[in-house]
């Protein structure tokens, strides 16, 4: 007896936690839209779009920064040439070389840096913006897919309570029959109907694993095998109200259009720096060799004292004058080669420039771009506005369809108590005989019709309930 009580217990438990695990693997709405963004190849590349944004602002930034170049040349020339170094003409084969060290800023260019800096902080914000309409549009879809799964599930799951109604019946009958309260002929249409029941399953299953197919596709999740999905908890309809102020502030289409009119005034202060001076300063050193620089003189040893008679200077004595003797010091030299790296260590020199540039006549580009630019921003207003009332015409009528819906499920609801009740009436009408197959038949559908526009206004309603979220930023 124990054993067999363990053997329950045990039972019960896996069952249990079978049951729980598969509930907790149930996909949810919001599993499902993470699901959709995380493998949306749309919504990564406009990601990766946005880091390239990150890399021109950054660059754009670095622009007030200075430069910092080198340069180095070698050559070797044959025939009658001009020396590089000398600039005079040579007719021995030259070799030559130059070496630079190079720096420039940019003191002021008409803004252009600032503005360009400005116009790539409102380019990394669209570029993010981007990502966010496609994650909105994306949301949409998802919880239309997953909503309709709901729906498929639960218009399945009453297929299968009315076959078991028939079923059921079909039960009551057999006894009755064997009774001999009722002939066996009240089992055909029965049967039949149980049939047919049996075919709305399979079409119902269909249904069913074409929406779970079609959530897939939306989530990009091919491999995914869709066991159960949770339904979501739908708020009271009756209590449902919609707000009569909508906050569209943060939806991301409108903030695209508005940046764009942003983007587009950038673009005319860019155009109009271009009219003004710019001024840049330039410093470097500067060095280089040649192999026809004039050859070095070497002091070598000591210098010798050498000993020369005066031309000019004399010593007079008793009227007559005698030439002196200078004693000098003559250093003792040589001629060599000026080396490569001495030129180069001894001709360095320092170049600083600053120079000024400012437009004059330019067959009037500027002025050109500068009116396109201005249209271009005529023309983002123009979309803004656009965006705008589509947008309160889309809110228009997602707010009609939300009392429409909310209208039509209350109104489900009361047919189907009704129909419920009718349904009652007739089933024990058909079990005392009273009534036709027909027309039990009959009442039985129109109950199966009104439990099916039950749940499909629910989650018509709720569907739209979200979606009007989703606008408003809720």
Request: net charge positive; hydrophobic share 35%; charged share 25%.
């Amino acid at each position: 007896m124990r054993k067999y009580l363990f053997k329950i217990l045990i039972f019960v438990f896996v069952n249990s936690v079978s049951g729980f695990a598969q509930k907790n693997n149930a996909l949810t709405l919001e599993s499902c839209l993470e699901m959709a963004i995380n493998n949306n190849f749309d919504v990564k590349i406009a990601g990766q779009k946005a880091n390239i944004s990150v890399r021109n602002l950054e660059q754009s930034q670095k622009e007030k920064l200075p430069t910092l170049s080198t340069d180095f040349s070698q050559g070797f020339n044959l025939g009658r040439n001009i020396d590089p170094v000398s600039n005079q003409y040579v007719t021995q084969p030259i070799n030559s070389a130059t070496l630079g060290l190079t720096s420039s800023t940019t003191l002021y260019k008409g803004d252009i840096i600032k503005n360009t800096v400005s116009l790539n902080e409102k380019f990394q914000k669209s570029a993010m913006i981007d990502a966010e309409i496609l994650k909105f549009d994306l949301k949409k879809a998802v919880t239309l897919a997953f909503l309709e799964v709901v729906l498929k599930q639960e218009i399945l799951d009453l297929k299968i309570e009315q076959k078991k109604i028939i079923e059921t019946q079909i039960t009551r009958n057999n006894a009755l029959i064997e009774l001999g309260n009722l002939p066996k002929s009240s089992l055909i249409e029965l049967k039949a109907q149980l049939e047919n029941e049996t075919l709305g399953i399979l079409e119902a299953e269909n249904q069913l694993l074409d929406a779970k197919n079609y959530l897939k596709k939306i989530m990009n999740t091919p491999e995914l095998e869709i066991k159960e999905v949770n339904e979501p908890l739908v708020p009271d309809l009756s209590k449902a109200s919609i707000n009569k102020t909508d906050n569209l502030v943060g939806l991301p289409l409108l903030l695209q259009k508005k940046l764009n009119v942003d983007i587009a005034e950038n673009q005319i202060k860019l155009k109009e720096g271009t009219k003004k001076p710019s001024l840049f300063f330039t410093g470097g050193l500067f060095t280089n060799y040649s192999s026809q620089a004039n050859r070095r003189i070497k002091f070598i040893g000591e210098p010798q004292q050498v000993i020369q008679v005066s031309e000019n200077q004399f010593i007079s004595i008793n009227g007559n004058n005698f030439p002196l003797n200078v004693v000098s010091q003559v250093p003792k030299t040589e001629e060599v080669r000026f080396g490569y790296l001495s030129q180069l260590f001894s001709n360095i020199g320092l170049g600083l420039k600053l120079n000024l540039e400012y437009p004059i006549l330019d067959k009037n580009y500027r002025n050109t771009q500068i009116q396109i630019s201005k249209i271009e921003k005529q023309i983002a207003q123009s979309e803004l506005q656009k965006a705008e009332t589509e947008v309160k015409n889309d809110l228009l009528q997602i707010k009609t369809q939300l009392e429409n819906s909310k209208k039509l499920y209350l109104q489900a609801q009361k047919y189907e108590s009704a129909q419920n009740e009718a349904f009652k009436l007739s089933k024990e009408r058909f079990e005392e005989g009273m009534n036709s197959f027909v027309e039990y038949n009959q009442t039985k559908l129109s109950l199966e019709a009104a439990k099916s526009n039950v749940i499909r206004n629910k989650y018509t309603h709720y569907f739209y309930n979200l979606v009007y979220k989703y606008y408003t930023g809720n």
